[in-house]
Nanobody, 124 residues
Framework: VQLQAFGGGLVQAGGSLRLSCAASGRTLSGYHMAWFRQAPGKEREFVASLSPSGRNTYYADSVKGRFTISRDNAKNTVLLQMNSLKPEDTAVYYC??????????????????WGQGTKVTVSS
């Protein structure tokens, strides 16, 4: 499966953005999906994940209550709604998929499919 993330941009602190991850080549309905991010000078970190059905989600503490991950299997996409954005949310965001494990996979090595990143910049 090929993943493509888009929707990044420049937003002021307190604003919102919605990222999308579109898949081609195969349906995402059986995949655990996740978003990771990498800030300048830092390692890539886990943001959020969800189960193939979309019923189970898991979030990093830093985004809990502000970000919402969801999926539309009919459209073969995964979304990340980001609200109340902070300057520290500035990063390149990546979507990732896994055919095994669980929705609480938080390590990069747990995912075997990756999209290219989309850059999010939050100004103060």
């Amino acid at each position: 499966v090929q993943l493509q993330a888009f929707g990044g941009g420049l937003v002021q602190a307190g604003g919102s953005l919605r990222l999308s991850c579109a898949a081609s080549g195969r349906t995402l309905s059986g995949y655990h999906m996740a978003w990771f991010r990498q800030a300048p000078g830092k390692e890539r970190e886990f943001v959020a994940s969800l189960s193939p059905s979309g019923r189970n989600t898991y979030y990093a503490d830093s985004v809990k209550g502000r970000f919402t991950i969801s999926r539309d299997n009919a459209k073969n996409t995964v979304l990340l709604q980001m609200n109340s954005l902070k300057p520290e949310d500035t990063a390149v965001y990546y979507c990732a998929g896994s055919t095994s494990g669980s929705y609480v996979n938080t390590q990069e090595a747990d995912y075997n499919y990756w999209g290219q990143g989309t850059k999010v910049t939050v100004s103060s």
